[in-house]
């Protein structure tokens, strides 16, 4: 008698005289199981239906089998579990695990999968304002921009005493012929110019922008948005932003002092400036010199432009000299010196600006936000916003649930790697769905907390 052959049948290397082999015919297996951390993050903080009440849509709702919800929650959710394409989204349709996060395990056509396919998705990506016959979902900016600072409000239980915003632009590198392309001499190739803001942890603003505008283009109209919807429900939290030298203007310097709110910023470096600290400098130098290590010193001095200054404002400055060579770097403030000392000031307040760098990294790289290949700004902002709302809730994930965990302050992509991409296999019945999730996991302990803490906030 032959042997059966299966043509699928993968063989691999024995292992203690035992034949090794693979098949794709396990049925119903997720990789993702942990997204059902994400489902209970999204109950906790009212997300996705909040995000799809910020799109209108004109479709038949007789003919329609993909409400503007399923959509929105499938982009969301596959960005955060590491899926950053459309096309993965038509193997994605069959996902078991996805279905269920979605709430929708069957679709009422039977030539449709329950959740949708890249051309349903794309067609959501390209609306326009107005519907056309095959755009007929629209989106609102301005709810989905304010979408953000709401939901960072609502992440404190009472208003805190002061709050640091960060402001900062960054390169988003582009290979086609998007609208509103340019090449970016600074980041040396054709790019988006978008703004983040930032507070803490939380993401309080993405701003997509051509690459030809100044860095701090727009900085006025979005800081006095996001300040005056935090001022609403905070009427009495104060408010320093903190920028670097990119966005140190007169016209935001000015906006800030007009509006009580404070700031630090860095100031870029001049000859008049430079010889300003030039004493300090050379004694920093004979220090370093001696002790063979960094030295510093810092001066503290009341500076105005030439001509591009309304008036005198409080810059610090650093004379350091390092590595035999010198390093000046000096910042303009709105604090007064009887608040806080130049040398605080600038290595406790306006240093742990660099920690937003890891911010934009997370929003970029782990959450996928530079894939702006569409052909219109407007469509590669609602990328943005999208891949926005994947970093806010697995930063809600990991404020809420995974807060007393090893996993506290975690990047998103570490996240996701040891808590989100978990084998399982989903048997579902009449009565239940059942997830049986790997026995071998290495984090079942902190993804017990979570879920325990999750289902807490949800309730």
Same mark, same amino acid.
Not at 55 to 75: A, K
Not at 76 to 105: I, M, Q, S, T, W
Not at 186 to 214: E, F, I, Q, S
Not at 339 to 354: N, Q
């Given at each position: 008698?032959?042997?059966?052959?299966?043509?699928?049948?993968?063989?691999?290397?024995?292992?203690?005289?035992?034949?090794?082999?693979?098949?794709?015919?396990?049925?119903?297996?997720?990789?993702?199981?942990?997204?059902?951390?994400?489902?209970?993050?999204?109950? @906790?903080?009212?997300?996705?239906? =909040?995000?799809?009440?910020?799109?209108? %849509?004109?479709? +038949?709702?007789? *003919?329609?089998? #993909? &409400?503007?919800?399923?959509?929105?929650?499938?982009?969301?959710?596959?960005?955060?579990?590491?899926?950053?394409?459309?096309?993965?989204?038509?193997?994605?349709?069959?996902?078991?695990?996805?279905?269920?996060?979605?709430?929708?395990?069957?679709?009422?056509?039977?030539?449709?999968?329950?959740?949708?396919?890249?051309?349903?998705?794309?067609?959501?990506?390209?609306?326009?304002?107005?519907?056309?016959?095959?755009?007929?979902?629209?989106?609102?900016?301005?709810?989905?921009?304010?979408?953000?600072?709401?939901?960072?409000?609502? @992440?404190?239980?009472?208003?805190? =005493?002061?709050?640091?915003?960060?402001? %900062?632009?960054? +390169?988003?590198? *582009?290979?086609? #012929? &998007?609208?509103?392309?340019?090449?970016?001499?600074?980041?040396?190739?054709?790019?988006?110019?978008?703004?983040?803001?930032?507070?803490?942890?939380?993401?309080?603003?993405?701003?997509?922008?051509?690459?030809?505008?100044?860095?701090?283009?727009?900085?006025?109209?979005?800081?006095?948005?996001?300040?005056?919807?935090?001022?609403?429900?905070?009427?009495?939290?104060?408010?320093?932003?903190?920028?670097?030298?990119?966005?140190?203007?007169?016209?935001?310097?000015?906006?800030?002092?007009?509006?009580?709110?404070?700031?630090?910023?860095?100031?870029?470096?001049?000859? =008049?400036?430079?010889?300003?600290?030039?004493?300090?400098?050379?004694?920093?130098?004979?220090?370093?010199?001696?002790?063979?290590?960094?030295?510093?010193?810092?001066?503290?001095?009341?500076?105005?432009?030439?001509?591009?200054?309304?008036?005198?404002?409080?810059?610090?400055?650093?004379?350091?000299?390092?590595?035999?060579?010198?390093?000046?770097?000096?910042?303009?403030?709105?604090?007064?010196?009887?608040?806080?000392?130049?040398?605080?000031?600038?290595?406790?307040?306006?240093?742990?600006?660099?920690?937003?760098?890891?911010?934009?990294?997370?929003?970029?790289?782990?959450?996928?936000?530079?894939?702006?290949?569409?052909?219109?700004?407007?469509?590669?902002?609602? =990328?943005?916003?999208?891949?926005?709302?994947?970093?806010?809730?697995?930063?809600?994930?990991?404020?809420?649930?995974?807060?007393?965990?090893?996993?506290?302050?975690?990047?998103?992509?570490?996240?996701?790697?040891?808590?989100?991409?978990?084998?399982?296999?989903?048997?579902?019945?009449?009565?239940?769905?059942?997830?049986?999730?790997?026995?071998?996991?290495?984090?079942?302990?902190?993804?017990?907390?979570?879920?325990?803490?999750?289902?807490?906030?949800?309730?």
């Amino acid at each position: 008698m032959p042997t059966e052959c299966i043509s699928d049948l993968f063989g691999f290397a024995a292992v203690e005289r035992r034949r090794v082999e693979a098949c794709f015919d396990g049925g119903s297996i997720t990789s993702d199981a942990g997204g059902l951390l994400l489902g209970s993050t999204d109950r @906790a903080i009212g997300l996705l239906d =909040r995000f799809a009440g910020c799109f209108e %849509d004109h479709r +038949d709702g007789d *003919l329609i089998e #993909h &409400q503007v919800r399923t959509l929105v929650g499938q982009r969301v959710f596959g960005l955060a579990l590491g899926y950053e394409d459309l096309n993965d989204h038509d193997h994605l349709r069959h996902d078991p695990l996805l279905a269920v996060l979605l709430g929708k395990l069957s679709a009422k056509r039977s030539d449709c999968a329950p959740i949708a396919g890249k051309s349903t998705l794309n067609r959501l990506e390209l609306s326009r304002p107005e519907p056309t016959k095959y755009h007929k979902i629209s989106h609102d900016e301005a709810a989905i921009a304010n979408l953000l600072v709401d939901l960072f409000v609502e @992440a404190h239980r009472r208003a805190p =005493r002061q709050i640091v915003i960060d402001l %900062d632009a960054t +390169d988003d590198p *582009l290979h086609g #012929h &998007q609208e509103g392309r340019f090449f970016h001499g600074y980041y040396d190739n054709y790019c988006y110019l978008p703004l983040y803001v930032t507070c803490g942890r939380h993401l309080l603003a993405a701003k997509l922008r051509p690459a030809n505008a100044d860095g701090a283009a727009g900085a006025e109209v979005e800081l006095a948005r996001i300040v005056g919807r935090i001022r609403a429900k905070w009427p009495r939290v104060r408010i320093l932003v903190r920028a670097d030298s990119g966005f140190t203007r007169e016209w935001l310097m000015a906006w800030c002092e007009t509006n009580g709110v404070d700031y630090v910023l860095g100031l870029a470096r001049n000859d =008049r400036l430079a010889a300003e600290i030039q004493w300090h400098l050379e004694r920093a130098r004979m220090e370093s010199e001696r002790t063979g290590a960094p030295a510093r010193r810092f001066k503290d001095f009341q500076w105005t432009t030439l001509g591009s200054w309304s008036r005198r404002r409080r810059v610090v400055a650093k004379a350091e000299w390092t590595k035999d060579e010198a390093n000046p770097r000096f910042i303009v403030t709105s604090l007064g010196r009887d608040e806080v000392e130049g040398r605080y000031l600038y290595e406790k307040i306006y240093c742990a600006r660099g920690d937003m760098e890891n911010r934009i990294k997370e929003c970029q790289m782990d959450m996928f936000a530079d894939r702006t290949s569409a052909a219109t700004m407007r469509a590669n902002q609602l =990328r943005l916003w999208l891949s926005a709302m994947a970093y806010v809730l697995l930063c809600a994930l990991r404020r809420i649930g995974l807060r007393h965990t090893r996993f506290a302050k975690a990047s998103c992509g570490s996240i996701r790697l040891a808590l989100l991409k978990i084998g399982a296999v989903i048997t579902t019945s009449v009565r239940r769905i059942k997830i049986a999730m790997a026995s071998g996991c290495p984090c079942q302990h902190e993804f017990r907390q979570a879920h325990a803490l999750l289902a807490a906030a949800a309730r």
